[in-house]
């Protein structure tokens, strides 16, 4: 992007291309054996930079340019990085080979980082309300117009509130506080709506099971707190956007009826554009500024339409944190894409999408402790019961869909023994903190250690 300011005109121009893409979208997802192929995934790694201390340490630039690798780019925050792995098919042993691009990736980032190193974790522990400065932001047109866009649509400050913690907030950079685990599956139109619908059943229990983020500003706060706090720190809406029920980051209302276009239509007629950038050119097929708009609306669950390999549909899974080792996160990929897998042999229409809503929230607010419902079963359930009901589940759905054996258990394995024991992330560094008496730069130095020697969680000392 060669801009980050935008006329009204282009903003209008930009809108109405939206428009004739989605029309594009719809002919190219309707044309037979669009989008078929086997079923492959792929996930993007967020990491925190911090120095020896355990600070965060802004030198994403420095860092990119000493590795030369393209599958490392910048985030938000000039402390955050992003690494995007290598897609690979479900079939074989997906999650050894995930796990060791994890290892390598990881790695080579750590190395480059002079005075320091990188940390997956979900929300970093030292972070301090100065660490949320314009300064902070990584030099790119395509974040500054990010910021801008936001601020076209709602007034600034605006307040962001989660449970006792208030803050005034005048910038887009509170969004890096955040690093996730965002894993990507690849489906055919035909089968879109019934494996979108069992991710956003999915994710409620495998959340619970995953919690990495309890603290902000030095507040304990939910088992994953970066749920709330993306939620609060993007959202867009105000007095004159309150017809919509959603907000920019979601995790929706509705489940998906007819399939991915519907997704898609949504996010052009009820979501306002931020980056109006016009792309000149290029294949009618590409659709650039449709691909462009999606990225700045961030559903828990999202669509993502690539026109790579003449063009497939994938759905991204973000709720995931980053960390707390190359182990941890394999592993809660091979739950969640189970999972999904299982519950996408069903139609789930007819359960109460409230349901699956209201495991999302109080999974992310109480991790394994959780009261949580399923389809077909009564009554409510301890998240932590209920996780190790559905891990059959999960693995026979990966064994039907060509995952070794040693593969799948081996990752579920750790999920298994993570919820047995209440060893999560977000558990273990709240004993730490109590601990090291609230000292949480020695926090986040031990956490550190830990999450490079490649343990999972549940095995940490």
């Not at 480059?112 to 790119?140: K, N, R, Y």
């Not at 669950?301 to 980053?322: F, S, W």
């Not at 409230?354 to 419902?373: C, I, P, T, V, W």
């Amino acid at each position: 992007m060669d801009k980050a300011r935008f006329s009204e005109s282009e903003f209008q121009e930009f809108d109405g291309r939206l428009h004739e893409q989605l029309a594009v979208l719809r002919e190219l997802l309707d044309r037979p054996g669009f989008g078929e192929g086997p079923v492959t995934i792929g996930a993007e790694l967020e990491l925190f930079l911090v120095d020896e201390e355990g600070r965060p340490l802004p030198r994403n630039s420095e860092v990119r340019e000493r590795l030369g690798d393209p599958r490392v780019v910048l985030e938000l925050g000039r402390y955050n990085i992003e690494v995007n792995l290598t897609p690979i098919l479900l079939a074989g042993q997906p999650f050894e080979r995930m796990g060791a691009e994890i290892r390598e990736t990881m790695g080579k980032v750590d190395e480059a980082v002079e005075g320091g190193g990188a940390l997956p974790i979900g929300i970093l522990p030292t972070l301090d309300t100065t660490d949320f400065t314009a300064d902070a932001m990584s030099d790119e047109n395509r974040y500054e117009a990010l910021r801008r866009g936001l601020r076209r649509l709602r007034l600034e400050p605006f307040l962001v509130k989660i449970e006792d913690l208030e803050l005034r907030v005048e910038h887009v950079i509170l969004e890096s506080a955040n690093t996730s685990w965002q894993v990507h599956l690849r489906v055919p139109p035909g089968r879109f709506a019934r494996l979108f619908n069992a991710a956003q059943l999915a994710i409620g229990p495998v959340l619970a099971a995953c919690g990495n983020s309890p603290m902000f500003l030095g507040r304990t706060l939910w088992e994953e707190t970066r749920i709330a706090l993306f939620e609060e720190a993007a959202d867009d809406r105000d007095v004159e956007r309150l017809y919509r029920k959603d907000g920019r980051v979601t995790f929706g209302s509705d489940w998906v009826r007819e399939g991915a276009y519907e997704l898609f239509e949504r996010y052009v007629n009820d979501y306002n554009p931020v980056v109006p950038n016009l792309i000149e050119g290029g294949d009618r097929a590409d659709v650039p500024e449709l691909r462009l708009h999606q990225g700045t609306i961030w559903h828990w669950n999202r669509p993502v339409y690539d026109p790579a390999d003449g063009g497939h549909l994938r759905i991204e899974m973000r709720a995931l944190p980053a960390g707390p080792s190359c182990a941890d996160m394999t592993a809660n990929t091979a739950f969640l894409l189970g999972l999904t897998l299982a519950q996408a042999e069903r139609d789930l229409t007819g359960y109460r999408f409230a349901e699956a809503y209201q495991n999302f929230y109080r999974a992310a607010m109480h991790g394994l402790d959780a009261k949580l419902s399923w389809p077909g079963r009564d009554g409510e359930f301890e998240a932590a019961d209920l996780v190790l009901s559905l891990l059959p589940e999960a693995r026979a759905a990966l064994l039907a869909n060509g995952v070794s054996v040693k593969d799948a258990d081996a990752a579920l394995e750790i999920i298994e023994q993570r919820t047995r024991l209440r060893r999560t992330g977000a558990a273990w560094q709240r004993e730490k903190l109590a601990e090291f008496g609230g000292d949480r730069a020695r926090l986040v130095r031990r956490y550190r250690e830990l999450a490079l020697s490649g343990l999972p969680v549940h095995l940490w000392p």
